[in-house]
C-alpha cells in the first residue's frame, strides 16, 4: 500500500513539475518589445531634445508625440505583420486540406513514412497513420505539425499582437514623460524613473523566461541608458553646431 501511494506521489509530482509556458501566444513578444522599445525610444528622444538646450515645454511635447507616435506605429506593424503571417499559414492548411481531400491515400502513407523513418516499426507505422487519418480534420493538424510545424488551432492573433504592442509601447514610453507631467524641472528624474523602468521589465521578463531576473534587468538598464547617453551626446553636438 505505502509503495503504491509513493508511486502516485511521484506521478503527481512528475505531472505537476512538467507543466510548459504557452510559448505560441501572439501577445508576449509584442508586448515584451513594445514596453521595452517605448521604454529606450522615449527617454533617448528626449534626452536627444533635452541635450540640444530645448525648452522643458520642448521636450514634453517631444515625449508626448513620441509616445503617440510610436504606440500607432507599432500597433500597426505588429498587426500587418502578423495578419500576413496568419495569412499565408491559412493558406498553406488549404493546400494541405485540398491533398488530404482529393488524395488521401497519398497523404496517408506519407505520414507513415514520416513515422519509420523516426524509427517506429513499419507495420505499426501504417496502422498509425491509418488510424489519425481516419477523421479529415486531425488529419490536417498531424500533416500540418509535422510538415508545416504549426498548430492550426493556436495560430497567433493580430488583434491580440496590435493591442498588446499599443497599450504595452504607450505606457512604456509614459515613464520617462511622467515626471515633467508631475512638475519635475529636470532631466534627471525622467531618466532615473525610465532607467528604474527598463531594469523592472528586463527583471519581469527572466520570470517569463525563467532567466536571472538581475542580470536581465541590468542588461536592459545598461542598453537604455547607452542609448540615452548617445542621444543626449548627439542632441549637445548638433545644437551647439545649430544655434
Excluded at 505537476?16 to 504557452?22: I, S, Y
Excluded at 508545416?148 to 493591442?163: C, E, F, H, K, N
Amino acid at each position: 500500500m505505502a509503495i503504491i501511494e509513493t508511486e502516485a506521489a511521484l506521478h503527481e509530482a512528475h505531472r505537476d513539475n512538467h507543466t510548459h509556458r504557452d510559448v505560441n501566444g501572439g501577445w508576449l513578444r509584442p508586448a515584451v518589445f513594445g514596453a521595452m522599445d517605448g521604454l529606450v525610444s522615449n527617454l533617448a528622444l528626449m534626452t536627444g531634445v533635452a541635450g540640444g538646450t530645448a525648452s522643458q515645454q520642448t521636450v514634453v511635447i517631444s515625449g508626448l508625440a513620441g509616445l503617440a507616435a510610436g504606440a500607432f506605429s507599432m500597433a500597426a506593424g505588429e498587426y500587418t505583420s502578423v495578419a500576413s503571417q496568419r495569412e499565408l499559414v491559412e493558406a498553406e492548411l488549404d493546400v494541405e486540406r485540398r491533398e488530404l481531400r482529393k488524395h488521401p491515400a497519398d497523404e496517408e502513407a506519407e505520414l507513415a513514412a514520416l513515422y519509420e523513418s523516426r524509427g517506429v516499426e513499419p507495420h505499426l507505422a501504417r496502422e498509425v497513420a491509418r488510424q489519425l487519418s481516419s477523421d479529415p480534420e486531425q488529419a490536417l493538424e498531424i500533416h500540418a505539425r509535422e510538415e508545416l510545424g504549426i498548430d492550426p488551432s493556436d495560430l497567433p492573433s493580430p488583434t491580440v499582437a496590435a493591442v498588446s504592442s499599443f497599450g504595452s509601447f504607450a505606457l512604456g514610453a509614459l515613464l520617462p514623460v511622467l515626471p515633467f507631467l508631475l512638475g519635475a524641472g529636470a532631466l534627471w528624474p525622467a531618466v532615473l524613473l525610465a532607467l528604474a523602468g527598463l531594469f523592472l521589465c528586463g527583471a519581469v521578463v527572466a520570470r517569463v523566461t525563467a532567466r536571472s531576473w538581475w542580470y536581465s534587468g541590468l542588461r536592459q538598464l545598461a542598453l537604455g541608458g547607452a542609448a540615452a547617453g548617445v542621444t543626449y551626446l548627439l542632441g549637445s553636438l548638433f545644437g551647439t553646431a545649430v544655434g
